[in-house]
């Protein structure tokens, strides 16, 4: 849906606040959740909100497909391409793997096959190696393609995660700051704008983004997530700048690698579910709750700690690991 001043709405804002009591008796540190994977595009996730104001740019441009990449199971790659289909624009995605890999179409990406995208399978590559090619091709068949950037992190999408702080903010008026704001963090730009918004914004003493993927090391990753919040800073017209001090970045919980469900995630899930009938998915935001349950055991997080679970989405996956779970 465009409303008249350009902006694009594909979610359902404000997404739920709201008190996990049940987990916060069982683990004896009160903890809040912030559902995002309730955002409303199609299973809904983090990228709906970066997805606004990217598409929002695609479509000033006059653009006509857009095209982005991901892992097999991408959520992003799922929800652009539901907000694609929304907004009468044809997708393209780049997928990591090949066609026969999949005989079985499961999770994100049988959900990719119902909005009428075309898959490009990309063997290895699963971060949009093979876009170039791909945009090239396309613009000689007189399209006017537009790339989503990996996981939507620029500054339009780490903006969007700002605007998400105030957000929060505006539901929370004059109750006690947070101790713990935690979520899973990947290409950074969900990371970015919430450590920025919470200067803005000011909501937790701790930002801990529970780094999910193996492919960078923390100290690279720490650098791009500070300029993303430049990048996004920049583009919001605030003199605000991060410090290194205040990303957070907590590397403790890698497991077996990107998309390897081992028996922490598999713990986070089934407690999560069984507690609060709450879904969590076994790539992303599995893997940062049992970074919150670690920080728990090992006294990182003590008992008059206030904990808010950023909830990023991802539950469709849980479908392509029905075997492991
Ligand atoms: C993409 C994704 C993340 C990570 O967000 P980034 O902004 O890429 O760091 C976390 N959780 C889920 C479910 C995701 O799909």
Known sequence: ????????????????????????????????IKRDDLSGLAFGGNKTRKLEPILAEALAQDCDVVITAGATQSNHCRQTAAAAAMLGLECHLVLAGQADDFPVKQGNLLLDHLFGCTIHWSGDNRKGEDIPALKQQLITQGKRPYVVPYGGSNALGASAYVLAMQELASQRDSQPAYTHIIFASSSGGTHAGVALGNVLYPQSKNVVGVYIDKAESTDSFCQHILSLSDQAAQHMGVPDRLELNQIGLNSDYLGEGY?????????AIALMASQEGILLDPVYSGRAFSGLLGMIRQGQIAKDDRVLFWHTGGSPALFAYADQL
Do not use: C, F
């Not at 409303?3 to 809040?32: C, F, M, Y």
């Not at 998309?259 to 713990?267: H, I, K, M, Q, S």
């Open 1 to 32: 849906m465009k409303t008249q001043d350009n902006k694009v709405v594909l979610g359902q804002w404000p997404t739920p606040l709201a008190k996990l009591d049940n987990l916060s008796r069982h683990l004896g540190v009160a903890i809040e």
């Open 259 to 267: 998309g390897v469900l081992g028996n922490a995630e598999r713990e």
